[in-house]
C-alpha cells in the first residue's frame, strides 16, 4: 500500500486509491452529520466527535496509516480518529449486550465469562475473514493471545464461485460481453444470487435464480444455441435446469458454491486451535455478515462439536456497535501479538549483548520497548532519519535477510544543533496500539515528543 496507488474502475478509469477511500469516508461522515443535525445543531460540535473508523486486524501497518490519512482528507482531523481493530470491537460488543441481543441460551452467561477464559473471534465479512483469539484477563479486559490471522476468504468468494459457474456455462467471452453491455443486468444478477445466498440451505431442493434475457440473446449470437442446449452438454446436465426465464440450481450445485470457502475457514480455526497459547478454548464468537450463513453456521458447529458456538442476533453489526463502545473505553484491550518483528536499521559491531525483541510476542498497549540512543553522525545534521523493518520470522538479526522487509521511517527533528554529533536523544518504540508510535526524548533539554512511523511509501 502506498500513496501513489491507483485504482481501476469497470471502464478502466483511474483514480488514486486514497481518493477512493477518502471520499468514500466523506460520503459517511456527511451522512452521519445529516442525520444529527435533524436532531441537534451539529456546527456547534463538529469538533467534540470522536470517530472510530475499523479495520481488519490482519491488515499491515501501511494499510492502517492509509485509512487514518484517507480520513484526514476527508475532513476527520486526526486527533478525533480513532483506530480500532475488527475483531476486537465485535469481542467488546459481545461481552457488553449479550442478554439484550443474543439467541442462544448460553449466551447469557458470556458476560460473566471469568477471568482466564479463552475465545475465539471468527469475524467473517465479504473480503476477509479475521481470527483472533482472546482471553478476559483478571480485571474482566481483553487480551489478545496469538496474533491476528486469517485472508481473504470471505463471503464474496461465494459470489465468485457462482459466477465462475455462469461463465463455465456460457463462456468467459459472452460473460465479459455481458458486463460491458447489460451491466444493470448483471448487477440484477448479482442481487438475485445474494438474497438466494442468505436462504437457510435445505429450506427447498433447489434454488431458482432469474436470467435477464440479455444473456440469453448473447449465447445465441457467440455459441449459437441456447443456454438450455448448453446446459445440457454441461457436467450440470442433471442437476442444472432452464424453467422459463429461469435457472432452476439444485442443492448439490449450490452448496459446491460455497464448499471451498468454508472449508478453508474451517481448516483454518482448526489449525488455529492447535496452538499451546489457545488451549482450552471455551467458545467460538460468529460474527461478521457471512457468519449469519446458516451454512458456515452448521460446518462450523458440526467440525467444533465441543466448543459453544455463539452467534449473537445481527452479527453482521457487532462490529459497528462494538467499535462504539470501544469509542467510550479504549483501554478495553490490553494486550496485543505482534504479527512481525521490529527493529531500527544499525551498523555496530557485533556483540552478544545485542538482543532484539521477538514476533509473536505479547506486548501492552502503549507499552514501551527499551530506549535506544540515537546520535546525529555530522554537525550540522538537522534531522534523525531511521528506518523501521519488519520480519515474519521470529528473531531476524540481519535487515538483508530473506523474510526482513523495510516498512517505514522514523523521522527525528533536532532544532538546536549546537551540540553537534555529541547530541543524544532516546527512542522507545510501542507496538501494542494500530499504530507504531516513538517517544523521542532530547537528553540535552529534557524535551519530549511523540512520534510515529511513517509506514506508508
Ligand atoms: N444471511 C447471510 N447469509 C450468507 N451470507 C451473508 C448473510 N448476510 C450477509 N452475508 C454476506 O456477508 C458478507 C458481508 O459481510 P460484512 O458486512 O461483515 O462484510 P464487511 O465487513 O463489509 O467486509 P470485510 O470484513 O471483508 O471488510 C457479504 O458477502 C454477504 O453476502
Ligand atoms: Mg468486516
Redesign the pocket.
Known amino acids: 500500500m502506498t500513496r501513489r496507488d491507483i485504482l481501476e474502475d469497470e471502464i478502466g478509469k483511474k483514480l488514486p486509491a486514497i481518493r477512493v477511500f477518502s471520499l468514500a469516508i466523506d460520503f459517511l461522515r456527511k451522512d452521519v452529520l445529516d442525520t444529527l443535525s435533524r436532531h441537534v445543531d451539529t456546527k456547534n460540535f463538529e469538533s467534540d466527535i470522536q470517530w472510530v473508523l475499523t479495520v481488519?486486524a490482519i491488515w499491515n501497518d501501511a494499510a492502517k496509516q492509509f485509512m487514518r490519512e484517507a480520513a484526514q482528507q476527508a475532513g476527520i482531523p486526526g486527533k478525533n480518529l480513532r483506530l480500532c481493530l475488527?475483531p476486537e470491537a465485535a469481542s467488546i460488543y459481545c461481552r457488553h449486550l449479550p442478554v439484550l441481543k443474543c439467541t442462544e441460551q448460553e449466551v447469557a452467561s458470556f458476560s460473566q465469562f471469568s477471568p482466564g477464559t479463552k475465545y475465539l473471534v471468527l469475524?467473517?465479512?465479504?473480503?476477509?475473514?479475521?481470527i483472533t483469539v482472546h482471553e478476559v484477563t483478571d480485571n474482566g479486559n481483553l487480551k489478545e493471545l496469538v496474533k491476528a490471522s486469517g485472508g481473504q476468504m470471505?463471503?464474496?468468494k461465494?459470489?465468485e464461485a457462482f459466477e465462475k459457474f455462469i461463465s463455465s456455462i456460457v463462456g468467459l467471452d459472452v460473460i465479459s460481453k455481458f458486463k460491458s453491455l447489460h451491466m444493470e443486468d448483471y448487477i440484477d444478477i448479482c442481487r438475485e444470487f445474494?438474497s438466494k445466498?442468505?436462504k437457510p440451505i435445505h429450506s427447498t431442493s433447489s434454488v431458482t435464480i432469474r436470467l435477464p434475457s440479455s444473456l440469453s440473446e448473447l449465447c445465441e449470437e457467440f455459441r449459437e444455441t441456447g443456454l438450455r442446449e448448453l446446459l445440457l452438454q454441461s457436467r450440470f446436465e442433471n442437476k442444472v435446469q432452464v424453467v422459463r426465464d429461469r435457472l432452476k440450481i439444485d442443492n448439490d450445485v449450490f452448496n459446491e458454491f460455497f464448499e471451498p470457502t468454508v472449508c478453508k475457514i474451517i481448516s483454518h480455526v482448526k489449525n488455529l486451535l492447535t496452538t499451546p497459547s489457545v488451549d482450552g478454548c471455551a467458545a467460538i464468537l460468529m460474527?461478521?455478515?457471512?457468519?449469519?450463513?446458516?451454512?458456515?453456521q452448521e460446518n462450523v458447529k458440526s467440525t467444533f462439536k465441543d466448543i459453544k458456538i455463539i452467534v449473537p442476533d445481527e452479527a453482521?453489526l457487532a462490529?459497528l456497535k462494538g467499535a462504539v463502545i470501544f469509542g467510550h473505553k479504549p483501554t478495553t484491550i490490553t494486550e496485543r501479538v505482534c504479527k512481525f518483528t521490529y527493529g531500527e536499521e544499525v551498523v555496530h559491531e557485533y556483540s552478544e549483548s545485542c538482543k532484539h525483541p521477538k514476533e509473536g510476542h505479547s506486548v501492552q498497549v502503549n507499552e514501551e520497548q527499551t530506549e535506544r540512543i540515537a546520535t546525529p553522525i555530522s554537525n550540522d545534521q538537522t534531522t534523525i532519519n531511521t528506518i523501521v523493518y519488519s520480519s515474519s520470522s521470529r528473531n531476524p538479526q540481519l535487515t538483508t535477510e530473506d523474510r526482513c522487509k523495510l516498512i517505514g521511517k522514523l523521522t527525528v527533528p533536532i532544532s538546536d544543533t549546537s551540540s553537534g554529533i555529541n547530541h543524544k536523544f532516546g527512542t522507545s518504540f510501542s507496538f501494542g496500539g494500530t499504530k507504531i508510535v516513538v517517544k523521542v526524548v532530547d537528553k540535552e533539554s529534557g524535551e519530549m515528543m511523540l512520534k510515529s512511523v511513517d509506514v506508508l511509501g
Open positions: 481488519p475488527e469475524d467473517a465479512g465479504g473480503g476477509t475473514v479475521d470471505g463471503g464474496t461465494v459470489d445474494e445466498k442468505r460474527v461478521g455478515g457471512f457468519s449469519e450463513s446458516s451454512v458456515l453482521g462490529v
